[in-house]
C-alpha cells in the first residue's frame, strides 16, 4: 500500500513540475517573442517608420538603440519584482511581470509611426521599450525559479532546463509571422501595416501563458519559509551585502550566453544587411538551427545532471569563443550549406549548453529567503552588459569597420574571457557534487 500511495505522490509531483515548466516557459516565450519582434522589425522596419533619415545605417542605429533601452530598466525591474517574489511570493510577481511585458509588445503593434505624430512617435516606443524591460527584468528569474523549486533535488537540470525552450520558441513565432507576411503582403503593405501584425497576435500568447500561470500554486519551498516567516527580510539588501562576490562570479558567466544569442538571432541580420548578404538563407539557417536548440536544450539540461553544470557551461562558453571567427568567415561566403553549418555549432550546441544550466545553476547559488532577488541581479546585469550594450554599439562598430567582422568577433572574445573566468570560481552545485548540500537545498 505504501508504494502505490508512493507511486501515486510521485505521479502528481510530475503532472505539478509539468504544468510548471510548462506556465513558465509560455511566459518567457512572451518574453522572448517580443525581444525578437522588436529586433527583427528595428533592422527591416522601424529605422524607416520611426528614425528616418537620409542614411540608412543611421536610421537602423537609432532603432537599435531603443531596442537596447530596454535592457537599462532591466535590473531596477529585476531587484522591484526579485523583491516581490521573496517577499510576496513568485506566483504573484509572474503574473504581474508576463501582463507588462505582453500589454507592451501589443501597444507597439498600436502606435503611430513618425510620418503620422513626427517625434512623439519614438518617444513613445522608448518609454514602451522601458516599460517592458522593467517587466522582464523580473520575468525570467521568477519563471526558473518555480521550476527549479518544484523540480526533484536528481532531475532539476533537465526540469528547469524546459523554462528554457520558452527563448527558441519566442524567437521562432515572430520570425515565421514575418516570413510568411514578407511571402504575402507586397513591400509596401509590409510598411504600411504588415509589420503591426506580429505585436498585435502576441495578445494570444500572452492570455495563454496568464491563464495557465493562474492555475499553478505558489512554489512549495516559498510557502514553507511564509510560514516560518523566514521571508521577513530585506532580500536585496541582503544578497548585496552577504553575496555580492558570488553575483559578480554570476553576472560574468552570464555575459556569453547573453551576448551570442543576441549576436547570432538578431545582430547578425544588421551584419548581413551590411555586407548585403542573402537575409532569407541568414533567417533561414537561423530559424533550423533554433528548432534543433529546442531539442538540444532539456538533453543539455540532463546532462548538467549527469556531469554537473559548470563542465556542460564551460564547454558552450569555449564554443562560443573558438567558433566566432569561423562562424563569420562561414556566413561571409554567401553559401546557405555552410551558413546553417556555423549556425548549429554556435546555436544548437554552443548556446544550449550555456542557456540549459543556467535554470538550475542560478537558483541553487542562493538561500531560499532571497533565491529570486540573487537570480533577478546576474540574470539581469548580465543582460545588460552582454545583450544591452550590443544593440547600443554593434551598428556602431559595424559603421566603424566598415561592415567587417573583427570588431564583433572581439566583442565576443573579451564577453567570452571574462565568462570563463567567472565560471571557473563559481561553485558546483549538482547533486553528483554536492550531495549532501543538494538534500537539503529547498531548507537552506
Excluded at 532591466?74 to 511585458?101: C, E, S, W
Excluded at 523540480?151 to 515572430?174: C, D, H, K, M, N
Excluded at 567558433?323 to 548556446?351: E, K, R
Excluded at 552545485?429 to 529547498?442: C, D, F, I
Aim: charged share 15%; glycine share 10%; aromatic share 12%.
Amino acid at each position: 500500500m505504501a508504494s502505490i500511495d508512493n507511486t501515486v505522490q510521485q505521479e502528481n509531483n510530475t503532472s505539478a513540475i509539468r504544468r510548471v515548466a510548462t506556465a513558465s516557459a509560455i511566459g518567457t516565450a512572451a518574453e522572448y517573442y517580443d525581444f525578437f519582434a522588436y529586433g527583427t522589425a528595428a533592422v527591416l522596419f522601424f529605422g524607416h517608420l520611426f528614425f528616418p533619415s537620409s542614411d540608412p545605417l543611421i536610421s537602423t542605429l537609432a532603432a537599435f538603440a531603443t531596442y537596447a533601452v530596454g535592457f537599462l530598466a532591466r535590473p531596477l525591474g529585476g531587484i522591484v519584482f526579485g523583491h516581490i517574489g521573496d517577499k510576496v511570493g513568485r506566483k504573484k510577481a509572474l503574473v504581474i511581470t508576463i501582463l507588462i511585458v505582453g500589454l507592451g509588445t501589443f501597444c507597439i503593434g498600436l502606435l503611430p509611426t513618425y510620418e503620422k505624430i513626427g517625434l512623439w512617435a519614438p518617444a513613445l516606443l522608448i518609454l514602451i521599450r522601458v516599460l517592458q524591460g522593467f517587466g522582464v527584468g523580473g520575468e525570467q528569474a521568477g519563471a526558473v525559479l518555480m521550476t527549479a523549486e518544484y523540480s526533484e533535488p536528481s532531475r532539476r537540470g533537465f526540469y528547469a532546463s524546459w523554462v528554457q525552450i520558452g527563448a527558441p520558441t519566442g524567437f521562432l513565432l515572430p520570425m515565421a509571422l514575418f516570413a510568411v507576411l514578407n511571402m504575402t503582403l507586397s513591400d509596401a503593405q509590409m510598411m504600411d501595416y504588415g509589420w503591426r501584425i506580429p505585436f498585435l497576435l502576441s495578445a494570444v500568447l500572452v492570455f495563454v501563458g496568464l491563464f495557465i500561470r493562474l492555475q499553478i500554486d505558489e512554489s512549495p519551498v516559498f510557502a514553507q519559509i511564509r510560514e516560518t516567516k523566514a521571508a521577513e527580510s530585506r532580500p536585496v539588501v541582503e544578497v548585496i551585502r552577504d553575496y555580492p562576490g558570488l553575483v559578480v562570479k554570476g553576472v560574468s558567466a552570464k555575459l556569453i550566453e547573453a551576448c551570442t544569442f543576441a549576436m547570432f538571432t538578431v545582430i547578425v541580420l544588421a551584419y548581413g544587411k551590411a555586407n548585403q548578404l542573402n537575409a532569407t538563407w541568414l533567417m533561414d539557417a537561423m530559424i533550423v538551427a533554433v528548432l534543433l536548440e529546442i531539442v538540444a536544450i532539456p538533453m543539455m539540461g540532463a546532462l548538467s545532471d549527469r556531469i554537473g553544470r559548470k563542465p556542460v557551461y564551460i564547454t558552450g562558453a569555449i564554443i562560443q569563443i573558438l567558433a566566432i571567427v569561423p562562424f563569420f568567415l562561414a556566413i561571409n561566403q554567401d553559401s546557405f550549406w555552410l551558413t546553417q553549418l556555423a549556425m548549429i555549432l554556435v546555436i544548437t550546441f554552443g548556446h544550449s549548453m550555456c542557456y540549459a544550466p543556467q535554470a538550475s545553476w542560478f537558483p541553487e547559488l542562493f538561500p531560499t529567503h532571497i533565491r529570486c532577488s540573487g537570480i533577478a541581479l546576474i540574470w539581469q546585469l548580465g543582460s545588460l552588459i552582454g545583450s544591452g550594450i550590443l544593440g547600443l554599439v554593434a551598428v556602431k562598430i559595424l559603421q566603424a569597420t566598415g561592415g567587417h567582422y573583427y570588431g564583433m568577433a572581439t566583442y565576443v572574445i573579451v564577453l567570452g574571457v571574462i565568462s570563463l573566468v567567472g565560471l571557473a570560481l563559481m561553485p558546483e552545485t549538482a547533486p553528483l557534487k554536492r550531495k549532501a548540500e543538494y538534500q537539503q537545498w529547498g531548507e537552506k
